[in-house]
Each structure stands twice: as structure tokens, then as C-alpha cells.
């Protein structure tokens, strides 16, 4: 089955500074990559996603890559600030008609100090 | 708030015991996901259903079970309960379960077996 690995495991950075956070999937049929943010005590929340057809995509100050060739995907965070601090999770889906399982990285905490 | 719901937020019991999580997707969605997340297996995915038959089948152990009910509510069965089996339990939902769609998270159930 498909693997994930992310790295690293923990990131402290100073506010204002960037982030970068790296993954790797095994299974070349995966075509959907979410990364989600959880905060303490709270469910997984969705920050952005990527399809195979794309190689990069942008919300304001949050990007992601993809390289399918070396199967691997990265998230960017620019202009950190406190309320970025959280754990981070990459994800990769097959997503087949039949079903969307998501199979996840082991998480980033990611730390920004003010 | 992702818009789906999850009761309890904690629960606490004996090993060998039964317990019920339950799961209310989002408006319109018809597909729920279970999910475990423990410090050794990070996030896992159990099971999917959509629109009360089951679509797709993750690392679940025999002794769990789930369903979907024609109101599209989940619930989550854990027999026999062991001290490893405590960890968040979390549902996801999303519109039809099927490849790269979103997949909105509850808040979890957190459950501790003593």
C-alpha cells in the first residue's frame, strides 16, 4: 500500500521567517495531496491541496509542489506568524471512483517564535 | 468548525468493555471516513461508507465495526476493548467518498482505556 513520510518531525522557526515542510509518497497512483493543520485538541483542518495535473498552487501565503517524477510534495509557509504554529500533516490518496482513503505522514510540529 | 459532528468528545472505560462513537457528516455529504490517530501509528484510516454501504476498508481491527444509517449518520463499534486501543478517534465526511475530494474532519473522540 501507498507509504508517506514527511520530514522533519518538529520545526521551530522566528515569526516573519519561512517554513518548509517535505514529503514523499511511494505509490505513483496516488493523484491527491492534502496538507492539514492541527491545532491542540481540535480535528485535522484542511489548508490546501494539490492534483496531479498541477504542479504548484497558492493561497496567500501558503504554497505547495508536487513532483510526481521524484514523488515528492512540499508545503511553503511564508511571513510565519504565532497562530501558525500547529501540526502539520501531508496526505496522499489513490482517489479511485470507489474510494478516497487518505493515508498520512507522521506530522511536523511546527513552532514560530515570536 | 468543519460542520461535522462527533460524540462523545471523551470517553473513558475498562479494557473488555464496548463502546459507540457516532459520527454526523456535513449537510450533503454522503461519504463518512473513520480515522484513529495514536502517538505510535500517527493518523490511520479505518473504514469509509457511502451513503450506508461500505466503499472502502483501511487497517481495522476485527473486533471493530462500523455502519452508516439512512440519515447518513456513522457510528464507530470498539469490542473488547484493549489498553492500545486508546487514542482519538476521528470521523471525516465529504460530498460522494470518491477521488480527490476534500475530506472535512470532526473534532474527535478521545478515548482512554484503563
Known amino acids: 500500500g501507498e507509504n508517506v513520510e514527511q520530514h522533519p518531525s518538529t520545526l521551530s522557526v522566528q515569526e516573519g521567517d519561512s517554513a518548509v515542510i517535505k514529503c514523499t509518497y511511494s505509490d505513483s497512483a496516488s493523484n491527491y495531496f492534502p496538507w492539514y493543520k492541527q491545532e491542540l485538541g481540535k480535528g485535522p483542518q484542511l489548508i490546501i491541496d494539490i492534483r496531479s495535473n498541477v504542479g504548484e498552487k497558492k493561497d496567500q501565503r501558503i504554497a505547495v509542489t508536487l513532483n510526481k517524477t521524484a514523488k515528492h510534495f512540499s508545503l511553503h509557509i511564508t511571513e510565519t506568524q504565532p497562530e501558525d504554529s500547529a501540526v502539520y500533516f501531508c496526505a496522499a490518496s489513490i482517489g479511485l471512483r470507489a474510494g478516497n482513503m487518505l493515508t498520512f505522514g507522521g506530522g511536523t510540529r511546527l513552532m514560530v517564535k515570536p | 468548525d468543519s460542520g461535522v459532528t462527533q460524540t462523545p468528545k471523551h470517553l473513558i472505560t475498562a479494557t473488555g468493555q464496548r463502546v459507540t462513537l457516532r459520527c454526523s457528516p456535513r449537510?450533503?455529504?454522503?461519504?463518512v471516513y473513520w480515522y484513529q490517530q495514536s502517538l505510535d501509528q500517527g493518523l490511520q484510516f479505518l473504514i469509509q461508507?457511502?451513503?450506508?454501504?461500505?466503499?472502502a476498508k483501511g487497517n481495522i481491527l476485527e473486533r471493530f465495526s462500523a455502519q452508516q444509517f439512512p440519515d447518513l449518520h456513522s457510528e464507530l463499534n470498539l469490542s473488547s476493548l484493549e489498553l492500545g486501543d486508546s487514542a482519538l478517534y476521528f470521523c471525516?465526511?465529504?460530498?460522494?467518498?470518491?477521488?480527490?475530494?476534500?475530506?472535512?474532519f470532526g473534532p474527535g473522540t478521545r478515548l482512554l482505556v484503563l
Open positions: 449537510s450533503g455529504d454522503l461519504s
Open positions: 471525516a465526511s465529504s460530498v460522494l467518498g470518491q477521488g480527490s475530494e476534500t475530506q472535512y
Open positions: 461508507y457511502y451513503n450506508g454501504e461500505e466503499r
